[in-house]
Each structure stands twice: as C-alpha cells, then as structure tokens.
C-alpha cells in the first residue's frame, strides 16, 4: 500500500546501476572494485589539519547560502587561472553540496516540463533520470569510439528540435574519459548560439587531463553567459566525502539555483568549505601528485586490456577506462555480473550510461598499481574461457 504514495515519475526511474554492483562488491574482501570513481588517496594531511583547529575554534555554524565568500574568492581566482574563466565571486559563484547537487539545481531551475535535454551517451548516469523527474525530455547524441566518443557538430545538429533547451555535457567524461578541444567546441558552440541553447557543462574532471589542457565551452566567444560551470573538489583533489562543489555563471541563473538551494541544502557543510579553502590554497602539489599517479595507471590498464584483447579506447582525462567486450557475445550487464561471479573483479556495465555505453564497461582507475595488475590477471583468466 505504501508505494501509492510514492510519485509516478520516481517509480519510473531505476536505481543507479553504479551503485548496484558497487553493493554487490561491498563486504567481500576477495573482490577488486573497479567500480565507483573515488580516489584511492586520503585527503591531504595539511587539510585535515585546518579543519581540526577549525573544529576547535568553534567554527561549526551556518554559513551564507552561496558559500564562504572567501572561497568563493578563492574560487574564481583558481578558474581564472587555471582556465582562463572570469566570475564575480559575490553573485557569479555558489557552493554547493557536492557537485552532484548543483547538477540537480541546474537542472530544476531551467526545466519547464516537455524541455529536450540533449545528453551526449555514453554519459554519467544522474543526467538523464533527475531531467526525468523534472518532466524533461532526454535526447541522447550517441557518439563513438572511431570519433573518440567525442561530441560532434554533425551528430548535435540531427537532434535539435524547436524543443531544444538544455545541452548538458561532461568533458573529461565519466566514463569514457574523453577530452573536448578548442577545435571541437568551436562548431559545438555555434549551434548552441544558432539555437540558443542554454549549456549545463560538468566539468568535475577538469583538472585530470593527461595529454592536454581542459577547455572550457564556457571560455569560447559569445559563451560564459550561457554557460553554467559546475565542478568540485571530489575527484582531484580527494575530496569525495566532505561534498563541497560549486556552480558558476551568469548572474540571474545562479539566483534562481540559489533559490532552490536556499530552501534544501541551505548550505554546503562549513567544515568541508574550509578543507577547500585550504586545498585551492595550498594544495597544487597534492593535487599534481595524485595526477601523475592516476597517469600512469591509466597507461597500465589501457595497455593491458589491449593485450589481453579488449579494445580500449584512449581515455584522455577522468580516471576510467571503457573497453569493448562487443566482440565476447555477452551483452554488457551479463558480462559485468559474470566477471564479478567468476574472477571477483566489479566493473560498470556500459549500457547504464545510455544506450551508446552498450557493449562495453566501465573500470576505474583510482585504485592502487597493485590491485589493477592483479584485476588485469583476473580478467585475461576469464577471457580465456570466454573466447
């Protein structure tokens, strides 16, 4: 009786299937997760260590609703130094409770029920169910390995409609790794003027790019005031569990995120402010650090799914890998749930991120030098009795 109470739109949507076999993983100490996309590294002692004596001076309140305005500061100096992105830190910069919720805010503020969302596929897998339950239209791009899994001129122009809104990107992505480069958005960027689309840009991975230097959509011509920038502190700067993310752009649509905030998060939490505050301050050669580190993983386990015969994609940023297992037979959550069974190794089934992960999973990378060899060994023993 009670899920008559539960809203049609909610029962609609299925649980996160990263979340499904992360649980599956969870409590066996056999299993090698590759699953959730979480640094394996603590949070820098030097952070630690301002939030204790913030702890013991008290500093447990509220704080304004858009954040600390000292790192709000501290923010935009970071983004305009970094990628070349200028924001007023009073009212062009809000902190928010992970960057996942400023996605969510992002996503209710804009929203008007029957809106198309256009969401590159393969993408990370939140995009689609919260434009859902807010009576948006999801509208995949597919994209491919051939072409990088890169978003293209030729393939947006196919989907806009005159319902057309909201183009929501992830570069790096989650989970392909992919990069986008000035080259690539400049086309992109001009049918979202042609258009005028508003574009809800997730650049979490920003900062783990191994080959290049991120570009932002939002630092073309003609695009910050169309832009919302969303990013955090989880990824690079191993953060995951203090949820402290930020939203930026344009004035008026950042106040009508903050009134959505105002009435849920209220706030991110203070302590997890601080640790930024520290990190943006003192914390680059931390975050350089577990860079390099995440670098040469990638290499090892490109490498070695390549010889162990899955085609894998180069993953340009982010920390995944998405090989191909088309060619084995097995759809993606069948090979998945048979890898997980038989050799103990939990990776993502590629169909969770839309209909172009299809025929592939998803393996982070974030896990130590140790436990990828030994998933790779794994893995070549199930090939073998797969093929």
Known sequence: MSSEWIAPRLREIAPSGIRAFFDLSTGNQDIISLGVGEPDFVTPEHVRAACIRALNNGETMYTPNSGLLELREEIAS???????????????????VGSSEAVDLALRAFITPGDEIIIPSPSYIAYSPITHLNGGVTVEVESSAEQGFKLTAE?????????????????????????????DWLPIA????????LVIS????????????????????????????????????AMTGWRVGY????????????????????CAPVLGQIAAIESLRNGMEHKEHMKQCFDERRK???SGFRSIGLPCHEPAGAFYAFPSIAHTGLKSEDFALQLLREVGVA?????????????????????????LTEALERIEDFMKVKL
């Open 78 to 96: 970071y983004l305009y130094g970094s990628f070349n992105l200028r924001y007023e830190p009073t009212n062009e910069v809000m902190v928010t």
């Open 155 to 183: 393939a947006l122009r196919k989907v806009i409609t005159p319902r057309s809104k909201i183009l929501m990107v992830n570069f790096p992505t989650n989970p392909t790794g992919t990069v986008m480069s000035c080259e």
């Open 190 to 197: 001009q049918i979202v003027k042609e258009n005028n689309l």
């Open 202 to 237: 997730d650049e979490i991975y920003a900062e783990l790019t191994y080959d290049s230097q991120h570009v932002s959509i939002a630092s073309l011509p003609g695009m910050m005031e169309r832009t919302i920038v969303i990013s955090g502190f989880s990824k690079a700067f």
């Open 247 to 266: 939203a930026c752009g344009n004035q008026e649509l950042i106040a009508a995120m903050l009134k959505i905030h105002q009435y849920t998060a209220m």
């Open 300 to 302: 090892l386990l490109v």
């Open 347 to 371: 990776a993502v089934p590629g169909h969770v991120f839309g209909a172009g992960g299809e025929g592939y999973i998803r393996c982070s990378y974030a896990a130590s030098l140790q436990k």
